[in-house]
């Protein structure tokens, strides 16, 4: 049975910083890209960013390009994304899945997601 378990979401200042992370479980995690995607009310789930199997390569969208990082450890089993100079409009809710294709904003290509957590930037 895979699960991705994130967690580090919070309540977090205009300008501040948050490090989520995403433990998985159930499957080899090395062999496949990892992505972290972001949800707010009454908008489309969208991609922030994009790692591959070996981490070797990330991706992001302009939006988060420069203020986000994403990083993994495979020994771990874990995925970090590390945010910075957050913006009130980086409020959502944050989701990690896994994917055999990389890159990929597409989230019918992520096979597994976790349950996501909670980032809100107050301003």
């Known amino acids: 049975q895979v699960q991705l378990v994130e967690s580090g979401g919070g309540l977090v200042q205009a300008g501040g910083s948050l490090r989520l992370s995403c433990a998985a479980s159930?499957?080899?995690?090395?062999?496949?890209?990892m992505g972290w995607f972001r949800q707010a009310p009454g908008k489309e789930r969208e991609l922030v960013a994009a790692?591959?199997?070996?981490?070797?390569?990330?991706y992001y969208p302009d939006s988060v390009k420069g203020r986000f990082t994403i990083s993994r450890d495979n020994a771990k089993n874990t995925v970090y994304l590390q945010m910075n100079s957050l913006k009130p409009e980086d409020t959502a809710a944050y989701y990690c899945?896994?994917?055999?294709?990389?890159?990929?904003?597409?989230?019918?290509?992520?096979?597994?997601w976790g349950q996501g957590t909670q980032v809100t930037v107050s301003s």
């Open positions: 899945a896994s994917s055999s294709w990389y890159p990929s904003a597409a989230t019918q290509q992520y096979d597994y």
């Open positions: 159930g499957r080899p995690f090395s062999r496949y890209a």
């Open positions: 790692i591959s199997w070996r981490g070797d390569s990330t």
